[in-house]
């Protein structure tokens, strides 16, 4: 069975810290893998896809990782901001279908002034 | 560029009742996905349409159906309202089922009483 798992569930940071947030799946085939920014009540925003052949990629302050032998993603906050309070959702999918793609349950972010 | 808009933002229903919901995509994007997110299932997927034919769905109930018309815009149907469909159901769009970006709408946030 296709699962995403994130962890941790949540995280408190103070402002201007660092976190790492991590993604392990077992979706096979594997196609591509997102990294979704939520604020409360609001709609899913994308901060990176990375392919199969891809292990890094960024986007201003925010890293992604991946190592599709392990089969585990991180995305990494840097010098974190009030507006980083928010859920990150890692979703990955075995192929281009929709369908078939497969959410974590996302890790809720709080940062702290 | 307008982004991905859905309406309304807001709606109360009685149990019983029956509701749609709309989706505009983006300009030019042809693939539209529907999602339900509750606080306790995440990010559940509903279905994938892509000129105006539905090419996957997810482990809902027939209660809920869609549509896309000729313009891409789509539409969500639930009858005989349940107070387990209370949820955020959002709206992802993007330019074909072949390509993984999708940009979500602001969701429209349903309560059934």
């Known amino acids: 069975k296709n699962q995403v798992e994130q962890s941790p569930q949540s995280l408190i940071i103070l402002e201007g810290k660092n976190c790492t947030l991590q993604?392990?799946?077992?979706?096979?085939?594997?196609?591509?893998l997102r990294w979704y920014k939520q604020d409360t009540g609001r709609g899913p925003v994308s901060l990176t896809i990375?392919?199969?052949?891809?292990n890094t990629k960024s986007n201003g302050r925010y890293t992604a990782t991946l190592d599709a032998d392990t089969k585990q993603s991180s995305l990494h906050i840097t010098a974190s901001q009030l507006s980083d309070s928010a859920s990150y959702i890692c979703?990955?999918?075995?192929?281009?279908?929709?369908?078939?793609?497969?959410f974590g349950d996302g890790t809720t972010l709080t940062v702290k002034p | 560029k307008a982004g991905v808009t859905q309406t309304p933002r807001y709606l109360i229903k009685t149990r019983g009742q029956q509701v749609t919901l709309s989706c505009s995509p983006i300009?030019?994007?042809?693939?539209v996905s529907w999602y339900q997110q509750t606080p306790g299932q995440g990010l559940q997927f509903l279905f994938e349409?892509?000129?105006?034919?539905?090419?996957n769905k997810g482990n809902f109930p027939g209660r809920f159906s869609g549509r896309q018309f000729s313009n891409s815009r789509s539409e969500m149907n639930v009858s005989t309202l349940e107070l387990g469909d209370s949820a955020l159901y959002l709206c992802?769009?993007?330019?074909?089922?072949?390509?993984?970006?999708?940009?979500f709408g602001q969701g429209t946030r349903l309560t059934v009483v």
């Open positions: 300009s030019g994007h042809r693939s």
């Open positions: 990375m392919t199969f052949s891809e």
């Open positions: 993604c392990n799946y077992t979706v096979s085939p594997f196609s591509n």
């Open positions: 979703v990955v999918s075995p192929n281009t279908n929709a369908g078939k793609s497969t």
């Open positions: 349409y892509f000129s105006e034919t539905q090419r």
């Open positions: 992802a769009s993007s330019l074909g089922p072949e390509v993984p970006e999708a940009f």
